[in-house]
């Protein structure tokens, strides 16, 4: 089942969707797809140097093909008569169930799954719980986290593959899982022993059992294990309670756990880690004096490896933060907001370019992948909405879906694999939340 979308009689104009039922994006969709273009040679053209053959929506009653020798070889441009899938580089068309059919553009579609726990974790009275989902990987399994009303200890679980999730063991204390790697080590943290609030990284093999993750200096009140990459580097996060926040990794095997002096040295108040790629760089944000003034709050930045790094700026008045980088670091997303304000505006980082907004207001990235698709969260009030952005377009999670039960919503898309599979939160009509897998159709 796909969506299509036609490109427009000219160049930059906007392409139009056929068959798609669901509401303009904020009434901006149109405006967003514009502004992608705008770019010349389509936005994840810029984003890369170098990049390889790429399919941009060009207008031209056609479909554009873009070499590597980026906008100037815009001349070469073609009109696609039939069904062309692009395997190479960064194309749009290595995303399953995208296609590009005389010069129409098919959207992908999905097929929705709860994925929530079925009975409440051993050792509980939960009568009922909501669930939230947090992480997937290329295989689709899917992890997340649930409370119970009255009862703010979390419970963490995985659904490997297929199916309802099962609860995974961590010693009657409360538990968050984070992410899981490409061959099922689930990574997140526990409730220290004997305390409330501190936390201690720890993972989960595919069969279940929990192990420790190592960690060397032990003053610090938080530190989670957040991110892994497919070589099975673990990220974390040491946060001591004082706006004090560092970076620390693990390998494959569980060790390390330190962090280096150096950030001391350098002056930094804060880093925020946020996502690793298979290469081991590691994106987010830092406070940082000898970058800007404390006053400045958080600036995007790529931390390790090597001395950190903060990207530009789009003013001297708004804040930002790197919040994922693809696999093969090909991509990096984020957002901007001015300071003191809840509104954020979803970029994409060009490295050491200015950043280049995705068109909208109100959007927050939270992760994309290397053919270029997007995810995230969109705010509208009080009111979120799961994202996709891909092929130039911008389109409700919901919208895309084709089995989403009647009153159904998709509030937040938390991540996606190489496939274009998408972890989200739904909210039913009762008001409880599930964690949920959306299957590329």
Do not use: C
């Not at 060397?216 to 497919?230: D, E, F, G, L």
């Not at 009080?382 to 891909?390: E, H, I, Q, R, Y």
């Amino acid at each position: 089942m796909f969506q299509t979308a036609r490109a427009g009689p000219r160049h930059g104009a906007s392409p139009t969707v056929e068959g798609y039922a669901g509401p303009n994006v904020g009434g901006d969709a149109d405006g967003l797809s514009r502004a992608l273009v705008s770019e010349g040679v389509g936005y994840m053209q810029a984003l890369r140097r170098g990049s390889a053959t790429v399919v941009v929506v060009a207008g031209m009653a056609g479909v554009s093909m873009i070499g590597a020798g980026g906008a100037g070889a815009a001349g070469q441009a073609q009109r696609t008569s039939t069904v062309q899938r692009v395997e190479s580089g960064n194309g749009f068309g290595r995303v399953p169930g995208a296609a590009v059919v005389n010069g129409a553009i098919r959207l992908p579609s999905f097929t929705f799954s709860v994925i929530s726990p079925v009975n409440a974790p051993p050792g509980t009275q939960w009568a009922r719980f909501d669930a939230v989902a947090t992480g997937i990987n290329d295989a689709g399994a899917v992890v997340g986290n649930a409370e119970a009303h009255g009862d703010y200890r979390s419970r963490a679980f995985v659904s490997r593959y297929s199916g309802r999730g099962t609860w995974l063991p961590s010693g009657g204390r409360a538990a968050e899982a984070a992410a899981v790697s490409r061959t099922g080590w689930v990574v997140g943290s526990v409730v220290k022993a004997g305390t409330t609030f501190d936390q201690r990284p720890v993972r989960w093999s595919p069969a279940g059992r929990m192990y420790a993750l190592p960690v060397q200096n032990q003053q610090p009140w938080q530190i989670r294990a957040v991110k892994v990459n497919s070589s099975g580097t673990i990220l974390g996060w040491i946060n001591n309670w004082i706006n004090d926040g560092f970076w620390t990794a693990w390998t494959a095997g569980g060790a390390g756990g330190s962090f280096a002096a150096q950030e001391y040295r350098l002056g930094l108040v804060n880093l925020a880690p946020s996502d690793i790629s298979d290469a081991g760089t590691i994106v987010g944000s830092i406070t940082a004096k000898v970058f800007a003034p404390a006053s400045r709050g958080s600036l995007a930045a790529v931390l390790a490896p090597g001395q950190p790094r903060v990207f530009p700026e789009l003013s001297a008045s708004t804040e930002s933060r790197a919040t994922a980088i693809s696999p093969k670091q090909r991509y990096i997303v984020g957002s901007v907001w001015q300071k003191g304000s809840s509104q954020r505006v979803g970029v994409y980082y060009r490295w050491w370019n200015t950043p280049v907004k995705l068109g909208y207001s109100a959007f927050d990235p939270t992760d994309v992948n290397d053919a270029a698709v997007i995810v995230g969260t969109k705010l509208t009030g009080s009111t979120t909405t799961a994202m996709w952005l891909g092929f130039n377009q911008a389109r409700t999670l919901a919208a895309m879906t084709r089995n989403l039960p009647s009153g159904w919503r998709l509030t937040e898309a938390v991540a996606l694999n190489a496939r274009g599979d998408v972890a989200v939160t739904a909210v039913a009509p009762s008001g409880r939340t599930f964690a949920a897998r959306l299957r590329v159709s």
